[in-house]
Every structure is written in structure tokens, then in C-alpha cells.
């Protein structure tokens, strides 16, 4: 298991960035992403817009995909 955060590109609202996740908090971001039948830039889009500025994109897509499946429980 390489627990070692990879860039990974993301499109938000027409501008590229790019955010340093694990590949298990990927790979769950996708399968939410998946889930809920949204493209993954648009939920990405979503997440920017509702983290505050006290949380960078990374953290607050982990809190997304722990949120969620803590709530799935």
C-alpha cells in the first residue's frame, strides 16, 4: 500500500488545477463521483465551492469522501 499523495489534474468552472490526494482517496472520490452519476470535475467543483477558506481542496475532498461514507454506515 503506498500511502504517498499523487497530483492528480481537475478542471474547476473552466480553469485547471491540480490537487495532491492518495490513490485510495482517489479512487473513492471517483467511485462517489460515479455514484451519484456526476462528472468528477463537477463534484469537485461543488466541494471548492462549499469548503471554506480555512481548508485547501485536498483536505476538504478527503472530509467529502470520509463525510460520505461515514454517513453510509
Do not use: Q
Amino acid at each position: 500500500m503506498n500511502g504517498r499523495p499523487k497530483k492528480r489534474s481537475l478542471t474547476l468552472r473552466g480553469h485547471r488545477t491540480s490537487v495532491s490526494l492518495e490513490d485510495d482517496f482517489w479512487r473513492a472520490f471517483r467511485d462517489i463521483a460515479e455514484e451519484k452519476g456526476t462528472p468528477i470535475n463537477a463534484l469537485a467543483a461543488e466541494i471548492d465551492e462549499a469548503r471554506g477558506t480555512d481548508c485547501g481542496l485536498a483536505s476538504a475532498i478527503r472530509l467529502f469522501v470520509l463525510r460520505h461514507y461515514r454517513d453510509a454506515a
